[in-house]
C-alpha cells in the first residue's frame, strides 16, 4: 500500500499530532514503510546594515530543535526513519521532496484557519494538497 511517508513538521502541535498518526499508520501497516520527517525553514533577507542579529544561527536553534522534537517521538518507536532539512517556500519543497525521495503519502498538519485567512494568506496544507504527486493525509 504505502512504501515511504513524508512528515513535514514545523513544531506546531498539528504537525506533532500529524507525526503521531504517521506512527501508527507505519506501525498499524508494517514496519517496511519508511518515513521522512522534513523541516523547511523559509528564510530571509534581512538588508538592514546597522542592525545585527544573527537570524540565520536563531533559524537554526529552530530548526534543531523542531527535528530533535520529531526524533525523541520516533526513536522508541521502532519505525525506520531520516530527518531532512530544506531552507525556501514550504508547499514547494515538501512536494518537491516527497516526488524526489518517491514517497507515496506525505502526513500533515491542518492548521484550520477560517477561509477569509486562508484567502488572503494562503495555507501551505492547502498548496501541498493541491499540487503533491501523491496522496495528502490532514491532521487536525
Known sequence: MYNHLLVPVDGSEQAYKALDQAIRLVKAIGSQISLSVLHVTGRVAISEPFIYF?????????????????????KDSGVTYNLLRADGDPAILICRTAQERGCDLIVMGS?????????????????????SHCPVLLVK
Open 54 to 74: 544573527d537570524l540565520g544561527q536563531t533559524l537554526d536553534d529552530e530548526e534543531n530543535a523542531v527535528l530533535a522534537e520529531a526524533a525523541n517521538k520516533l
Open 111 to 131: 492548521r484550520g484557519v477560517g477561509l477569509m485567512s486562508e484567502i488572503l494568506l494562503g495555507s501551505v496544507s492547502h498548496a501541498v494538497s493541491q499540487h
